[in-house]
């Protein structure tokens, strides 16, 4: 006669409250987080010795060719008619404040020449972007 006792099979734990806790801090993450597009145009960035907020609301990226791109829109001509455009959809929404105007957030590489972001301004302006905020990278001074 055997009296020895069987094994019990231990219990096992399940895995289901832990994935449910993934899967809620997954969603938690991508509902918060701000997923930027990458910029349309591979640009260098001027150094500047302090930070600032930028505040505009549109992004304007200006290679160091003289390329001009806005969101997925590249080349001056078509640049020019997709934020006239926009203008018109913020204002149309109550983003133009007073008569100032939208502003733009301009990207433009450190290697482009002056001539090119002196005549790009006046263009900008005559479209109702009277103030452009030039984006620089923290940290460079020496």
């Known amino acids: 006669m055997d009296f020895s006792e069987t094994p019990r099979p231990q219990a096992s734990e399940s895995v289901v409250p832990m994935i449910n806790v993934v899967f809620l801090l997954l969603i938690f993450f991508l509902m918060t987080a701000e997923i930027a597009p990458p910029d349309p145009l591979e640009l260098d960035l001027p150094d500047a010795g302090v930070e600032a907020e930028i505040t505009a609301p549109l992004p304007l990226y200006l290679g160091r060719d ?53 005549a790009l301004l006046p263009k900008l302006a005559a479209l109702g972007f009277p103030k452009v905020e030039l984006v620089t990278r923290a940290g460079g001074g020496a």
């Open 66 to 118: 003289g390329t001009l791109a806005f969101r997925d829109v590249q080349g001056e001509e078509a640049v020019l008619r997709a934020l006239e455009l926009e203008r018109i959809a913020l204002c149309a929404d109550g983003g133009c404040e007073g008569a100032s105007g939208p502003s733009i957030a301009m990207s433009a590489d450190r290697e482009v020449s002056a001539a090119i972001l002196a």
